[in-house]
């Protein structure tokens, strides 16, 4: 079984700048894609960021220049900082992996964290 957990989100004020976190955690034999999609009120849930084992990052276009996807394979952990935020930018996020048990894969998912943006 493996486990997601979120953390990093919060409110701020437009302009400004937060840094989403997301640990692994179980019995992970490996990780490959490691991605943050997020969900707005009314809105279906869409890919914000991805990024693969070997560093190769793509984002929304809403996002591309102010947003960076980074991880860290040691601690089984992804980031995604957030600068220049904007109010269209509230939404839950949520952590999204690749991983294998050594059983079978599939994709997991965390719990979500809000990001609110104020104007």
């Known amino acids: 079984q493996v486990q997601l957990v979120e953390s990093g989100g919060g409110l701020v004020q437009a302009g400004g700048s937060l840094r989403l976190s997301c640990a692994a955690s179980g019995s992970i034999f490996r990780l490959t894609t490691m991605a943050w999609h997020r969900q707005a009120p009314g809105k279906q849930r869409e890919l914000v960021a991805g990024i693969t084992s070997d560093d190769k990052t793509n984002y929304a276009d809403s996002v591309k220049g102010r947003f960076t996807i980074s991880r860290d394979n040691a601690k089984n952990t992804v980031y995604l900082q957030m600068n220049s935020l904007k109010p269209e930018d509230t939404a839950v996020y949520y952590c999204?992996?690749?991983?294998?048990?050594?059983?079978?894969?599939?994709?997991?998912w965390g719990q979500g964290t809000q990001v609110t943006v104020s104007s």
């Open positions: 999204n992996v690749h991983a294998s048990t050594g059983v079978i894969w599939r994709y997991y």
